[in-house]
């Protein structure tokens, strides 16, 4: 497989999994790494993605709980 990925595929795999690299899948862990090391886009969707997993993280736990009803949550 190619350690190679496009700026689209960094994208959505951000989307989906956030912006904590514990939680990429791991076969594609390295190629997102080095893509965000040297990507200024990619940069930048990562400090997006970080911005929301920050926000998501001080959501209140009521609040959390609620969005489960429309899908939103856990």
Not at 15 to 37: F, I, N, V
Not at 41 to 56: E, G, M, V
């Amino acid at each position: 497989m190619s350690n190679e990925m496009t700026l689209q595929e960094f994208e959505n795999h951000v989307a989906a999994y956030g912006a904590k690299t514990a939680l990429w899948p791991e076969q594609h862990r390295s190629a997102m790494q080095d893509l965000a090391g040297s990507n200024t886009d990619a940069a930048a969707i990562l400090a997006r993605a970080a911005r929301l997993d920050a926000w998501l993280d001080d959501m209140p736990e009521a609040v959390s709980h609620h969005a489960g009803a429309f899908g939103l949550g856990s």
